[in-house]
């Protein structure tokens, strides 16, 4: 089954009065379950790719299908859809400073509309399966970068979303923080079951997915 799948989507931004097609006819297919990178040089479009199947973004051609159904960022349950069945992770963070990890975590189930005691007992058991449960009454500023990357991956998956797109998610991380948070994403993959598409500008990284796609000139190789 396919979960996640973009077809022939393109995308064109004005730029000084010049117009720069960051996607040309890019079409691809993520089985559910499975572990997808997206490579390519910076600047070529891969965020805006992962914004458009993640429906933050729409495209100004093709169409974008998450489990069979055909949506986009302007369909009327789009919202419902971003957060019932798909987890963000990105290159910064974006936690809430003013929140301590406990809070961050749980609240994508709270703005859901999940009871608070059933939110935060899910936000712990995912900080203790993430190696965070001593951390959980501490702020964002306390928590190193690997551990500001856990927590944000936590929060992402608390709404246990088929799919989890991920921007760049080691790009700020030293090789060990780097490869540390690679290794959750592995686990994941393969305890869950759930689907990763992963941005990445680090190949050796992407050589461990099970597919790889390079977005060249608009274009996905």
Not at 81 to 92: D, K, L, M, S, Y
Request: hydrophobic share 40%; glycine share 8%; net charge negative.
């Amino acid at each position: 089954m396919i979960s996640l799948a973009g077809y022939s989507l393109s995308k064109t931004y004005a730029d000084k009065g010049q117009n720069i097609e960051v996607l040309k006819d890019a079409t691809l297919e993520v089985e559910s379950g499975s572990w997808v990178c997206i490579t390519g040089k910076s600047g070529c479009g891969k965020s805006t790719l992962l914004h458009i199947l993640g429906l933050l973004d729409d495209p100004d051609g093709g169409r974008v299908c998450i489990n069979g159904a055909d949506v986009s960022a302007r369909h009327p349950q789009a919202h419902a859809i971003r957060n019932r069945e798909i987890g963000f992770v990105f290159q910064f963070h974006y936690l809430i400073e003013d929140l301590n990890a406990l809070e961050n975590v749980a609240l994508p189930m709270l703005i859901a509309g999940s009871a608070k005691a059933a939110a935060l007992n899910r936000a712990r058991e995912l900080l203790a399966f993430l190696g965070l449960e001593e951390r959980s009454k501490h702020f964002p500023n306390q928590l190193s970068g690997g551990e500001q990357q856990r927590l944000a991956l936590a929060r992402a998956l608390i709404n246990q979303p088929r799919i989890v797109l991920a921007d760049e998610p080691t790009g700020n991380l030293d090789p060990q923080h780097s490869a540390e948070v690679w290794g959750l994403f592995r686990k994941l993959n393969a305890e869950l079951g759930q689907t990763f598409v992963i941005v990445t500008h680090e190949p050796e990284l992407a050589r461990q997915s099970q597919r790889t796609y390079v977005l060249k000139d608009g274009v996905l190789i």
